[in-house]
T-cell receptor
């Protein structure tokens, strides 16, 4: 069965520190991969997406993610975290022929000043 | 500005009552989706619609119903048959079905439903 795993439920970093949020997926075919961010009580905003081509993708707000097929991973990174990055982050996977996204359980990011 | 509007933002329902959540989009998107979000579980698909007058069940459709009479509207009814309806509900839309390469989903701001 298709699945997405975000191993870290909560992560706390200091402002200015680097960040990496992990995402692993289980899929038979080439997946479409997404990272979304959600502020409390709000909807989801797309940070970045990967469909094909260059495995390092750039997104909004200074985020980037790297698709590693050999590791079935799509980790999200940011070199320097800002206090406004505190939110919940969701990794999602789609597959051609299936009309749904499979979401991970999310990682809640806290940023200390 | 184009977007997806969900209303109301907060909704309280007594046990045994049906309630309808509104989702309207002015993005001219063909496909629309309803997700349910529970803490620590990510988002789960309830129903989706690729075109007007057509919709399909998602992973957790039991106790829910939808209609798609207009392209811009996709209301979700939470019926009394839904055993645990308290959750955060998110509506999304896409230009073409998610099965198509290159599609990304746009989300509304959500409705928090509480059963009292």
């Amino acid at each position: 069965a298709q699945s997405v795993t975000q191993p870290d439920i909560h992560i706390t970093v200091s402002e200015g520190a680097s960040l990496e949020l992990r995402c692993n997926y289980s899929y038979g075919a080439t997946p479409y991969l997404f990272w979304y961010v959600q502020s409390p009580g709000q909807g989801l905003q797309l940070l970045l997406k990967y469909f094909s081509g260059d495995t390092l993708v750039q997104g909004i707000k200074g985020f980037e993610a790297e698709f590693k097929r050999s590791q079935s991973s799509f980790n999200l990174r940011k070199p320097s975290v800002h206090w406004s990055d505190a939110a919940e982050y969701f990794c999602a996977v789609g597959e051609a022929g299936y009309n749904k996204l499979i979401f991970g359980a999310g990682t809640r990011l806290a940023v200390h000043p | 500005d184009g977007g997806i509007t969900q209303s109301p933002k907060y909704l309280f329902r007594k046990e045994g009552q049906n309630v309808t959540l509104s989702c309207e989009q002015n993005l001219n998107h063909d496909a629309m989706y309803w997700y349910r979000q529970d803490p620590g579980q990510g988002l789960r698909l309830i129903y989706y619609s690729q075109i007007v007058n057509d919709f399909q069940k998602g992973d957790i459709a039991e106790g829910y119903s939808v209609s798609r009479e207009k392209k811009e509207s996709f209301p979700l009814t939470v019926t009394s048959a839904q055993k645990n309806p308290t959750a955060f509900y998110l509506c999304a839309s896409t230009t073409k079905p998610l099965s198509s390469l290159g599609t990304e989903a746009f989300f509304g701001q959500g409705t928090r439903l509480t059963v009292v």
